[in-house]
């Protein structure tokens, strides 16, 4: 009776547990299929090339290209990435090998709550205060600095309200942050303590310690950490919608107002009034899906995969 009991228990189990997993590809197929099906009218008129390549968005004239939004999503997720990132495995690095122990868990925490946060909350932070100081305050020091540099000094020039691409990317890397750096110190946390206790026997520093025995040891954490990251920022709408600018051109300067696929979505979905309008903003939902899809495909089958090998 026990083991017909425990027989029918494992059963229920692993059928439960596989149409959990079919369910899921089931919901995922079901967003492609509804959003292509959606697309399929701007797919028809405007081609595939044709759409990402062009730079006009008027709707009044129903002619639409999705080049500068496309633009937008694909810099302001690389630049919060590039900024995000070594802040986050700073961090990670402070929580794990630095700290007193009583600095760990309240730091640990407020870390924590940053990705609690509604990202709402962050765009009016962006809007209300961080705008004004990049205007007033960090415009300047850009202009000093990186405006003067060969080759990409022309990605900071001009004078803006300090609503833009490059507040919006600054923003995203601050609501991204916590993600990557609570998965790189959990993977720090890993690390066997005779490990590190082997290095500093052999006279290692603190700093040989972490770049040659627990980063190489927990890299694959931290490039999970990363791929989770790029994607919550490729998807992010509400604070990139505040303080990018919505402007459907492709900038000559990353403080200039720019556009990005989710912005477009939310600001224009309800003023779709034409068929091939709103086709065309399905098109751009359709075309983040499968952005947001390759990244983790990439990411996890083979970025991941030559970093366990």
């Known amino acids: 009776m026990a083991k017909s009991r425990g027989f029918w228990a494992d059963w229920t189990f692993g059928k439960v547990a596989a149409l959990s997993a079919i369910l899921v590809i089931f919901i995922l197929i079901a967003l492609a299929v509804v959003l292509y099906g ?7 008129t405007f081609g595939v090339w044709k759409f990402i390549t062009s730079t006009v968005w008027n709707p009044p004239m129903n002619k639409f290209g999705g080049a500068p939004a496309i633009f937008g999503s694909v810099v302001s997720t690389i630049i919060s990435i590039l900024i995000a990132v070594p802040v986050a495995i700073g961090v990670a690095i402070f929580l794990t090998e630095i700290a007193p122990h009583y600095l760990r868990t309240p730091v640990g925490v407020a870390i924590e709550l940053l990705a609690a946060i509604p990202s709402i909350i962050y765009g009016m932070w962006g809007l209300f205060f961080f705008a004004p100081f990049m205007r007033d305050k960090l415009q300047p020091v850009i202009h000093a600095t990186l405006g003067k540099l060969p080759l990409i000094g022309q990605w900071f020039e001009g004078y803006t309200p300090g609503i833009g691409l490059l507040t919006a990317s600054i923003v995203l890397s601050i ?14 946390k890993m690390v066997p303590d005779i490990l590190k206790e082997s290095a500093y026997a052999l006279g290692a520093t603190k700093w040989d310690v972490m770049k040659d025995v ?27 919608t505040f303080v990018m600018g919505n402007q459907p051109v492709i900038p000559h300067s990353l403080l200039e107002p720019a556009t ?13 009034d034409t068929d091939i309008y709103l086709s065309s903003l399905f098109y751009l939902a359709f075309i983040l899906f499968v952005m947001s899809f390759f990244v983790i495909v990439v990411g996890k089958f083979l970025f991941l995969k030559k970093v366990e090998r």
């Open 38 to 44: 959606e697309s399929e009218l701007a797919i028809k």
């Open 260 to 272: 990005s696929i989710t912005v477009t979505l939310a600001n224009e979905f309800t003023e779709a």
């Open 214 to 240: 627990v980063i190489p040891y927990a890299k694959l954490g931290v490039v999970g950490g990363v791929i989770l990251s790029l994607g919550r920022a490729l998807g992010e709408t509400m604070a990139v």
């Open 175 to 188: 609501m991204i942050l916590p993600y990557t750096a609570a998965i790189s110190r959990d993977s720090f």
